[in-house]
């Protein structure tokens, strides 16, 4: 089975600093997806950026990055010029690169910008 | 692009009666969706996987007699709470994945629903 571990319950960031947030996951499969969720108070889950494992080539969705360690099994967001928008919760997720399953999500990170 | 719709956003119901919530894929067909559970400050913990004309699969833990599910279409899976009680009361949201890669492999949720048990 997989699980995804966020080890950070929440964090602060000023407003146009950089923040990274840690996520570190457990699999035996060779390839997958990875993803992480923005979900603001309104609970709607939001896709903020997406990483196939086969790509060495980290992802990047303008201010957002990943750097994904493969062997480490390691997949950080750094979010870079902080905006008050950014305040959510930051879910990481796994899922299979074959067969229709489902995410399997760390249990998030609180993520608050501080103006 | 893909579009997954939840409804109701919002209900409230009496101890004891059943509620009823639906998740549509609006663009695309969906043989397979998945039902989350969302404490308040938790993660979302999966409950199920409908799958269409065929039954759900639960995760351990979830009753299923309690939380029935239904995917009667392509586009349309529905959860029923029976005999609610207050502790079921939570955020309860569905995901869907299009077939294909047209849609670059990407999970879509609905708006998810909020139940309050009274």
């Given at each position: 089975?997989?699980?995804?571990t966020?080890?950070?319950?929440?964090?602060?960031?000023?407003?146009?600093?950089?923040?990274?947030?840690?996520?570190?996951?457990?699999?035996?499969?060779?390839?997958?997806?990875l993803?992480?969720?923005?979900?603001?108070?309104?609970?709607?889950?939001?896709?903020v950026?997406?990483?196939?494992?086969?790509?060495?080539?980290?992802?990047?969705?303008?201010?957002?990055?990943?750097?994904?360690q493969?062997?480490a099994?390691?997949?950080?967001?750094?979010?870079?010029?902080?905006?008050?928008?950014?305040?959510?919760?930051?879910?990481?997720?796994?899922?299979?690169?074959?067969?229709n399953?489902?995410?399997?999500?760390?249990?998030?990170?609180?993520?608050?910008?501080?103006? | 692009?893909?579009?997954?719709?939840?409804?109701?956003?919002?209900?409230?119901?009496?101890?004891?009666t059943?509620?009823?919530?639906?998740?549509?894929?609006?663009?695309?067909?969906?043989?397979?969706?998945?039902?989350?559970r969302?404490?308040?400050?938790?993660?979302?913990?999966?409950?199920?996987?409908?799958?269409?004309?065929?039954?759900?699969?639960?995760?351990q833990?979830?009753?299923?007699?309690?939380?029935?599910?239904?995917?009667?279409?392509?586009?349309?899976?529905?959860?029923?709470?029976?005999?609610?009680?207050?502790?079921?009361?939570?955020?309860?949201?569905?995901?869907?994945?299009?077939?294909?890669?047209?849609?670059?492999?990407?999970?879509?949720?609905?708006?998810?629903s909020?139940?309050?048990?009274?």
């Amino acid at each position: 089975a997989q699980t995804v571990t966020q080890s950070q319950p929440e964090m602060s960031v000023q407003e146009a600093e950089t923040v990274t947030l840690s996520c570190t996951y457990d699999t035996s499969e060779s390839n997958y997806y990875l993803f992480w969720y923005k979900q603001p108070p309104s609970r709607q889950m939001i896709l903020v950026i997406r990483q196939e494992a086969y790509k060495q080539q980290n992802a990047t969705e303008n201010r957002f990055s990943v750097n994904f360690q493969k062997a480490a099994k390691s997949f950080s967001l750094k979010i870079s010029d902080s905006q008050l928008g950014d305040t959510a919760m930051y879910f990481c997720a796994f899922m299979k690169h074959t067969g229709n399953t489902p995410l399997v999500f760390g249990k998030g990170t609180r993520l608050s910008v501080i103006a | 692009g893909a579009v997954v719709s939840q409804h109701p956003s919002w209900v409230i119901c009496k101890s004891g009666t059943s509620v009823k919530i639906e998740c549509r894929s609006l663009d695309f067909q969906a043989t397979t969706m998945f039902w989350y559970r969302q404490f308040p400050k938790q993660s979302l913990m999966l409950m199920a996987t409908s799958n269409e004309g065929s039954k759900a699969t639960y995760e351990q833990g979830v009753e299923k007699d309690k939380f029935l599910i239904n995917h009667a279409s392509l586009t349309l899976s529905t959860l029923t709470v029976t005999s609610a009680h207050p502790e079921d009361s939570s955020f309860y949201i569905c995901s869907a994945r299009p077939p294909g890669q047209g849609y670059g492999n990407t999970i879509y949720f609905g708006e998810g629903s909020w139940l309050t048990v009274v």
